[in-house]
């Protein structure tokens, strides 16, 4: 229990045990981590990629961004998903999932008929890749595009164990998998 100064309700420390003493030692800790953590968050304010995701883990946070690309005539041409790491102590954040896009358009421009997956790279068996994959398709569902495709990487075919994961990762979101291409239908 705190013991308040009476006149100017302050703990004096003299009257804290040492677990009390150690106790708010880890909670000025905790607070100033989060602060640490808060202000990391806040730098993405000044970039252009908006924070679609945040989940806090035990001392660090998740965070999945959005950068919308636009060609030379301002036509949304591709939409990157980014994963990050935010830990105290750390001054950056650490990148560790990026998902590139390319937007497909009728032949009019007129609606986003498609999107084509360029490529899908970080840290594996982690589960930063499917918050990823879930991010972005949660994300381009209200644009009413009719489907998702992509050509899968030659390299996973060379291990079948990572081959058998790459295509387990892709069949959990529902895609379909010929040769080495993907396809999933959206907004049926």
Same mark, same amino acid.
């Given at each position: 229990m705190k013991k308040y100064c009476?006149?100017?309700? @302050?703990?004096?420390? =003299?009257?804290?045990? #040492? %677990?009390?003493? *150690?106790?708010?030692?880890?909670?000025?800790?905790?607070?100033i981590n989060h602060l640490s953590l808060l202000n990391q968050i806040h730098k993405?304010?000044?970039h252009t990629e908006n924070i679609s995701?945040?989940? @806090?883990?035990?001392? =660090?946070?998740?965070? #999945? %961004?959005?950068? *919308?690309?636009?060609?030379?005539h301002r036509v949304l041409s591709g939409l990157n998903f980014y994963g990050y790491i935010l830990e105290p102590y750390k001054e950056h954040p650490t990148k560790v999932m990026r998902l590139?896009?390319?937007?497909?358009?009728?032949?009019?421009?007129?609606?986003?008929e498609g999107i084509y997956l360029e490529e899908i790279i970080g840290d594996s068996n982690k589960g930063y890749g499917?918050?990823?994959?879930?991010?972005?398709?949660?994300?381009?569902?209200?644009?009413?595009?009719?489907?998702?495709?992509?050509?899968?990487?030659?390299?996973?075919?060379?291990h079948l164990e990572n081959k058998s994961r790459r295509d387990h990762f892709y069949k959990k979101f529902g895609f379909e998998i010929k040769g080495n291409h993907i396809y999933l239908e959206l907004n049926k």
């Open positions: 009476q006149n100017c309700f @302050k703990v004096r420390l =003299s009257d804290l045990s #040492i %677990t009390e003493l *150690n106790n708010e030692k880890k909670a000025l800790q905790d607070e993405f304010n000044l995701y945040i989940e @806090k883990t035990i001392n =660090s946070y998740f965070l #999945i %961004t959005v950068e *919308n690309e636009f060609n030379f590139n896009t390319e937007i497909i358009y009728n032949d009019k421009l007129k609606y986003i499917s918050k990823v994959m879930k991010s972005f398709l949660e994300y381009i569902r209200p644009l009413h595009v009719k489907y998702v495709t992509g050509t899968l990487s030659m390299v996973d075919e060379i």
